[in-house]
């Protein structure tokens, strides 16, 4: 009987092989999402290391006492950039989850990230969210609070305008084109927290930025921000 068993499980990965989702290489027994190649030679940050990291050096000046940082470094046409792909457009929301939780043991083992409150991803605005589906920072959100044991809410901080594609804007347009996008919907609840607010991709910072702006306005005790990947 284990013979057919593993005769069936072979046929069924010839015809229908798991695929790494950052390389396209087929994954061996064991292997989830992503090969075992591919976990260990990403481009990881180590941003949770030190306070003066690039993210933190894009938000100096344009928020209150910048704590943040990226798990991974994104570059145009690299396997990060395909990871996120997935993540975003092809529903994969589980490899979210898990990469999440990956970055989720260095924020843990950060002194910058202690005794978080809440943790909220920035949010779609409800058509966008309609068409999609799901939201891509919540699922990487849901696996940081997994591993965290920390509160996730994604009713707290909405997003009341939809906006156009931030794609082909500099980093002045994309700024206008944040601009009072974001709004809290109940100040009390946030009032003396230390909020981890997380986003899939940082490229200028607009969009943590307009949200930044608008929970410190609530009286929150310290903000930090967590991205899967900066755009260098």
Known sequence: MSFIRRWITALVRLLF????LACNTELYAGEHLLCSRCRYSLPYTDHHLFIDNKVNRQLWGRIPSPNAMAFLHFRKGGRVQQIMHQIKYHHQT???????????????????????????????????????????????????????????????????????SQTRKNRYQRYENMKSVFAVCDETALKDKHILLVDDVITTGATIEACALELHRCGIRKLSIFALAFAD
Do not use: F
């Open 17 to 20: 092989p798991n695929i790494c």
């Open 94 to 164: 589980v490899l979210g989850a898990m990469l999440g939780s990956m970055a989720a043991e260095k924020l843990a083992a950060s002194s910058q990230y202690q005794d978080i409150d809440l943790i909220i991803p920035v949010p779609l605005h409800w058509k966008r969210l309609r068409t999609r589906g799901y939201n891509q920072s919540e699922c990487i959100a849901q696996g940081i609070a997994a591993y965290l044991q920390a509160p996730l809410n994604t009713n707290h901080l909405i997003r009341h305008s939809a906006t156009s």
